[in-house]
DNA sequence: TTTTTTATATACCGAACGGTATATTATGGA
DNA sequence: TCCATAATATACCGTTCGGTATATAAAAAA
């Protein structure tokens, strides 16, 4: 049961993000999901909110886990290293959606498609904020703790791009790099 | 003359930023725009050579920015700090431009959008990664100097797109800030 | 002045777009 | 068994897509 409703979504997103969600049609996806248009439209109602079930059902995955690993009585270091860890294997095992979404986030801000990712972003930019809050509250004030939020997931970010160009491994020795990076820059190792 | 070639492409690239490439038709361009379609095409030959030419007019003034600027007989800090300023200046003189082009260069890779955008992409990552090669060339292998010129633009990037969202001032602590993140981390100031 | 080239408009093309009215087939409960 | 609902298909809707054949106006060259 539903098991179409299933198919629709990994065929669509397959298409997304080779193409682009703009790029490929409502009929483009019904045929390599082979079923047909009412069928799509019974269980999403319209394109968007395909789009909605695909995000929703992706992003649901790397928020709980990072909910669920992240320590706040734990360092500041152990808790960088947790998100950094948390999110290469997200990109490792979701490397299509993850493209995806980052496309997503970059898409145009009139774009009814960069709103609804936002939501999703701003979940996880909590997240990681609150690790900085607990660090930094008593001494640095909320924006400043929001910029490095913002800055620690750029250059994560930064990092799985690299990965999904295929011009880097996201092993144990990328998920270093990139906290120190953040924490002490390139100059000390 | 050739006013309406020039009044076609600020017109799109307004189009383009807010809305997407794909987003908008080549009709509503020209209506926008007040021309016909046949105008359009006799200028540009496709809606794609629309867009080559709005990169081509756009990236030329950041690269021999960059060219003209960046002096390989001083220090790493010196051309970083140069590196960053062009960047933000740029960033905030052609702000519709800059956040069309990332939207572009995070399109999903099968898009010939993404292909255009990536050609001038490289040439400015060549200039960046010179800084590096020129101060680490004899101790580090290329990788580690690529790696460093992608890191260093990708942090100016998430400082722009800061700015884009309007969540951040790219004034001279910017600069700073960004430079200081990429060599010392967050740690010393 | 005539001719050629440049620049623009009218009117149209087939294809693809997102979406739906309606009919049909399964399926599960009363 | 009957009926309601869930799930799927056929065939179609008006609109917009990128692109063009053709005509025309303006300007430059002959």
Redesign the pocket.
């Known amino acids: 049961?539903?098991?179409?409703?299933q198919n629709i979504i990994n065929i669509a997103l397959n298409l997304f993000a080779l193409k682009g969600y703009?790029?490929?049609?409502?009929?483009?996806i019904?045929d390599h999901a082979?079923?047909?248009?009412?069928?799509?439209?019974?269980?999403f109602?319209?394109?968007?909110g395909l789009l909605d079930a695909i995000l929703e059902e992706n992003f649901t995955v790397l928020i709980k886990d990072l909910k669920g690993k992240i320590n706040l009585d734990k360092s500041l270091e152990y808790n960088l290293a947790i998100i950094a860890h948390s999110f290469f294997e997200y990109g490792k095992s979701h490397s299509l959606f993850y493209r995806f979404q980052l496309n997503l986030f970059f898409s145009p801000p009139e774009n009814e498609t960069h709103k609804t990712v936002l939501h999703f972003n701003s979940i996880i930019f909590g997240v990681v904020e609150s690790v900085f809050h607990k660090e930094f509250g008593l001494t640095l004030n909320r924006r400043v703790c929001a910029k490095y939020a913002f800055t620690f997931i750029g250059i994560i970010n930064n990092y799985i791009s690299l990965y999904l160009s295929g011009l880097l491994a996201l092993d144990d020795q990328a998920e270093k790099d990139a906290v120190n990076q953040f924490l002490f820059g390139i100059i000390k190792k």
Chains 1, 2 share one sequence.
């Open positions: 049961m539903h098991e179409n409703r703009e790029s490929v049609g409502v009929q483009k019904v082979k079923v047909t248009k009412p069928t799509l439209y019974y269980y109602g319209n394109k968007k």
